[in-house]
């Protein structure tokens, strides 16, 4: 039983924290746009441009970031399924608090749990954007969806 207590006050901090940081840190989650002037960045007619869709989480995981992943992966197939199957788009679920994967919350400054999408010409990023409103969103099944696939559909159109 103080396991569970335990565990629930874990997760309850957490999405204080989370919170907090989102309302404190307005601009920390904003979408960032970050331009690689390199050749092969340049020509990506040349280069197969695809669409990475990240999930990245932790070890603890709450009821909210549970639901996060679980809206994020059903907004992707139901509206994406073409583009899974022909590799222009892709969902990677990441734990960052492994520690081969620690270098993602420097690379997409995560300061949360966070969805983030990632335009790519070969292996070269063009483009990225943490979908900062998902937290906002997750009472609301159907403006997440919403919100996670036009900001997926604009990614892809390279906006």
């Not at 907090?20 to 746009?33: D, E, F, I, K, Y």
């Not at 009821?63 to 992943?69: D, G, M, T």
């Not at 335009?119 to 937290?135: H, I, P, T």
Request: charged share 20%.
């Amino acid at each position: 039983m103080k396991f569970v207590t335990l565990l629930q006050k874990y997760c309850l901090c957490f999405c204080v924290t989370a919170l907090l940081g989102m309302t404190l840190l307005p601009n920390a989650g904003v979408a960032q746009s970050t331009p690689v002037d390199t050749p092969e960045a340049l020509a990506p007619s040349q280069q197969q441009v695809k669409t990475v869709v990240y999930y990245f989480h932790g070890n603890m995981r709450c009821a909210s970031c549970r639901k996060i992943e679980a809206y994020t992966k059903e907004a992707i197939q139901s509206g994406f399924a073409k583009a899974l199957q022909n590799g222009r788009l892709e969902l990677q679920v990441i734990n960052v608090d492994d520690s081969a994967n620690e270098h993602y919350v420097q690379d997409f400054q995560l300061y949360t749990r966070s969805v983030v999408l990632e335009r790519r010409a070969g292996n070269q990023q063009q483009q990225w954007k943490n979908l900062d409103q998902v937290w906002s969103l997750i009472r609301n099944k159907t403006a997440f969806m919403e919100y996670v696939q036009e900001q997926i559909q604009d990614m892809m159109k390279g906006a």
